[in-house]
T-cell receptor, first 113, second 114 residues
Framework: DGGITQSPKYLFRKEGQNVTLSCEQN?????MYWYRQDPGQGLRLIYY???????QKGDIAEGYSVSREKKESFPLTVTSAQKNPTAFYLC????????????FGNGTRLTVT | AQTVTQSQPEMSVQEAETVTLSCTYD???????LFWYKQPPSRQMILVIR??????QNATENRFSVNFQKAAKSFSLKISDSQLGDAAMYFC???????????FGAGTRLTVKP
């Protein structure tokens, strides 16, 4: 079955360490997204990519970096510059059509202590 | 950037009754797409319904329907015959026709009482 895989489900890191969250899709979707979810704030867009080797900053890109070397993969790195990295992170993908919905992974809960 | 506002942090409904969740958005664009997503306790995001701004007819999916008022920039979700499985967070989302990003509201937590 096609879908989006985020791994791991739970991730723990020490403050000051960079950490990379994995996102893989086999839906042949062109666009991929990273969102951060905090209580009471809904989903906030970190980065999105419309095609391979291209990506755009969302509303809260500071302290994060991404790459899109393959259509199937869109890893997110949370750097030590991110002030409050503890959150639930959701990856999504969609076809290139504007009316296409986003398909989401199951998320990664990152805890930094 | 466009903003999406959900003014009801929490709502509750009696099983089998009808409930309406509100959503407003701010945009200067004429062409865009609107979505409602459901997030149950599993935290999996599930598409509930979508609406194209150029369509005047309100979208319907079984017990779920929308009231799309383009001039008022309002996009409410009506759930009829509410079921216990409808209990979840509901997010309204806006997608521009000019780019691929999608913006979400803060969500409404729906409780269904048996």
């Amino acid at each position: 079955d096609g879908g989006i895989t985020q791994s791991p489900k739970y991730l723990f890191r020490k403050e000051g360490q960079n950490v990379t969250l994995s996102c893989e899709q086999n839906l042949n979707h062109d666009a991929m997204y990273w969102y951060r979810q905090d209580p009471g704030q809904g989903l906030r867009l970190i980065y999105y990519s419309q095609i391979v080797n291209d990506f755009q900053k969302g509303d809260i890109a500071e302290g994060y970096s991404v790459s899109r070397e393959k259509k199937e993969s869109f890893p997110l790195t949370v750097t030590s510059a991110q002030k409050n990295p503890t959150a639930f992170y959701l990856c999504a993908s969609s076809r290139g059509l504007r009316n296409s919905p986003l398909h989401f992974g199951n998320g990664t809960r990152l805890t930094v202590t | 950037a466009q903003t999406v506002t959900q003014s009801q942090p929490e709502m509750s409904v009696q099983e089998a009754e009808t409930v309406t969740l509100s959503c407003t958005y701010d945009t200067s664009e004429s062409d865009y797409y609107l979505f409602w997503y459901k997030q149950p306790p599993s935290r999996q995001m599930i598409l509930v319904i979508r609406q194209e701004a150029y369509k005047q007819q309100n979208a319907t999916e079984n017990r779920f329907s929308v009231n799309f008022q383009k001039a008022a920039k309002s996009f409410s979700l009506k759930i009829s015959d509410s079921q216990l499985g409808d209990a979840a967070m509901y997010f309204c989302a806006y997608r521009s026709a000019n780019n691929n990003d999608m913006r979400f509201g803060a969500g409404t937590r729906l409780t269904v009482k048996p």
